[in-house]
């Protein structure tokens, strides 16, 4: 379950003594919800901002109208830059950014279906990008989400 892996990413960062904040589109603030429900929150998790609209990652995040229309709201260019802006407004030693697919209607292809996910973290300067395909409902793709998100962490660290 989330909640396990997100216990244990937490956990991880506790020991470690760092801090970690989060700018998400398709997780709606699902994966900082998470967090938060974890023992280890009050010294771990610093925030979150949910950017789904692409405007907002625009205006709030400070992102570039031409990254976005170039590569899509929906992408791993996008995510990325979500990591890297995000410690300008949520100061944090682990920054992470969330996009995706959850259902129809964005930028889907046959390259980049629905269930595709992007997740970036800027790791104390260095970013870590994975794209993930998943299938399901919108809950589950979230779900498999949180999950991958929380393991690229305690991968990381281990």
Not at 38 to 51: H, N
């Amino acid at each position: 379950m989330a909640e396990r892996r997100i216990e244990t990413c937490s956990k991880v960062l506790a020991q470690r003594g760092l801090t970690i904040a989060f700018a998400e589109s398709a997780t709606a603030g699902w994966l900082c919800s998470e967090f938060a429900l974890t023992p280890d929150s009050g010294s771990v998790l610093k925030g979150g901002i949910v950017c789904y609209d692409a405007l907002l990652k625009e205006s709030l995040l400070g992102i570039s109208h031409d990254i976005i229309q170039e590569f899509t709201p929906e992408s791993q260019e996008v995510t990325d830059q979500l990591a890297l802006k995000l410690n300008a407004l949520i100061p944090s030693d682990i920054q992470v950014g969330v996009t995706g697919l959850t259902t129809a209607g964005g930028s889907e292809t046959d390259e980049k279906p629905v269930g595709t996910m992007f997740v970036s973290m800027l790791i104390k300067d260095q970013l870590i990008s994975k794209r993930f395909t998943f299938s399901g409902d919108c809950e589950e793709i979230i779900h498999h989400t949180i999950n991958a998100a929380a393991d690229m962490l305690i991968e990381h660290f281990e």
